[in-house]
């Protein structure tokens, strides 16, 4: 893909240790690795990223991303939403290297079973469509335990493909259905184009986004679109030090592992 895109493309993870429901979750380790080198490594696998970049207000976390040969920015510790600490970080790229960015890709860094193929999804629709804003990966809940999860964002789409709203409640109701409802959640890979990515950090924050704690919702209350692209790969966020212990359980008999998990990464 990237061959075929002129422009630049960059992944920003950003990561921050105060998480309120999972304090230091960051450098947790999963299988002998914090958890943010598993996202930095596997999403340094993907052709369509020409770089990525750590973005953190803490010391710890640079230490460890530069550590493993990773490159981090400091941002500041004022941030509430992860696209606003992103904002701040792709000016600061574009200020040391020199080049303007076309596409900001927001990886969060509670996804350690990220697969890079999953990037790969999401950037399609902007480097195919030139009104595509930003997209949202989303996928398939299996079971209505998931569904029920308040962690987990559901998402409700139209005919086209773009988000109709974001919930942290499970959306559409169940209680009317007579068959089974399409049970959707948000993945957490979030491309915006560049130009855009600075229009949105500048909207005040609005209702809704504030009632779900959920940044999309500020896009879709300004009357513009979020699209959403479909993915068949299956990933868990690390919410919980329960959320963990299942996630490594899960990653054990990961095919990617062997590939970046070495001693001199760990």
Known sequence: MKRRYEGRIIGIIPARMASSRFPGKPLARICGMPMIGHVYLRSKMSRALDDVYMATCDTEIADYTASIGGKAIMTSDKHQRASDRIAEAA???????????????????????????????????LCGDKSVI?????????????????????????????????SREPIPSRKKASSKVPMLKQVCVIPFRRDFLTEYTKMPPTPLEEIESIDMLRILENGRKVRMVPTKFRTYSVDTPEDLRAVEDSMRNDALLKKYCTADKI
């Open 91 to 125: 000016v600061s790229i574009e200020r040391l290297t020199g080049g303007k960015i076309d596409i900001v890709v927001m990886i969060q860094g509670d996804e350690p079973m990220l697969r890079p193929e999953m990037i790969e999804e999401a950037v399609a629709p």
């Open 134 to 166: 930003v997209t949202n990966l989303m996928a398939e809940m299996d079971t209505e335990e998931e569904f029920d999860d308040p962690n987990e964002i559901k998402v409700v789409v139209d005919k086209a493909g773009d988000a109709l709203y974001f």
